[in-house]
């Protein structure tokens, strides 16, 4: 068995989203993140190995290859015996209770894979982007949430409109907001986080009223802000305090 060229050309254009939207699939790399996958509700494609120690479970069709056929197909410097090809779930009806985190306009998919993967370690089920958020399916974004992104329901939608008819008490991350450490928080509730260059929009920021802050302890305070995806993780923290 070998890597045909149809399966390489297929796979090469799921790394842009317009053909990851047009096959509906997404495609992962590496032994850890295509096992969760594969133990997961996500329906799999196709599974490419090196390693026949690999066990792919026996209704998933699979095809071995070689070493050098895994290279022309991975976007990893050091490829990891093994590439999956997933199909993109169904989105799922929203649960609105809970804590639920909302991203305007991040970017980075190292930081929406981070996010995702807090998400997953604070229990926070659902994850609301803005239509302009880079694509949770990117392959980047799927490699740095080592498995989270099949445990959190991710939906891209409009954000004024989501926030407008939310029932939810609505908290931005701004720099001029209430201390969090000082700010008795909901357990119900949503957080929005903003774009690493430019924060919460301003079309955003008009909807909500409550703001809030992670005060800088330094002495000499010139460090201008945290990254979205480190601020995202103490505010979780604080949310979630008191909870266990």
């Not at 690999?54 to 093994?82: A, H, M, Q, R, W």
Request: hydrophobic content about 40%; glycine content about 4%; aromatic content about 6%.
């Amino acid at each position: 068995m070998s890597l045909s060229k149809s399966n390489q050309k297929l796979i090469t254009s799921l790394q842009q989203k317009k053909y990851r939207q047009k096959h509906k699939l997404f495609v992962a790399e590496g032994i850890k993140v295509v096992s969760e996958l594969l133990s997961s509700r996500v329906e799999a494609y196709h599974v490419f190995i090196v390693d026949t120690a690999f066990e792919v479970p026996e209704d998933v069709n699979f095809t071995i290859i070689s070493e050098f056929e895994l290279k022309k197909i991975s976007t990893l410097k050091n490829p990891n015996k093994v590439l999956g090809v997933f199909k993109i779930p169904d989105i799922k009806k929203l649960e609105s209770k809970g804590l639920i985190i909302v991203l305007d306009k991040v970017n980075d998919p190292g930081n929406l894979g981070t996010i995702i993967r807090l998400c997953d370690w604070f229990g926070v089920s659902e994850l609301i982007c803005s239509i302009d958020t880079v694509d949770c399916y990117n392959q980047k974004v799927v490699q740095s949430t080592m498995g989270s992104l099949t445990r959190v329901n991710i939906l891209y939608t409009n954000l004024q409109h989501f926030l407008t008819n939310t029932q939810l008490p609505i908290y931005v991350a701004d720099m001029h907001g209430d201390n969090v450490y000082k700010t008795a928080l909901p357990q119900n509730a949503v957080l929005v986080m903003g774009n690493e260059a430019n924060g919460v929009s301003d079309e955003v920021i008009a909807i909500v009223k409550n703001k809030l802050t992670i005060p800088r302890f330094g002495n000499i305070q010139q460090t201008e802000s945290l990254n979205v995806a480190t601020a995202t993780a103490i505010l979780l923290s604080e949310f979630k305090r008191g909870l266990e």
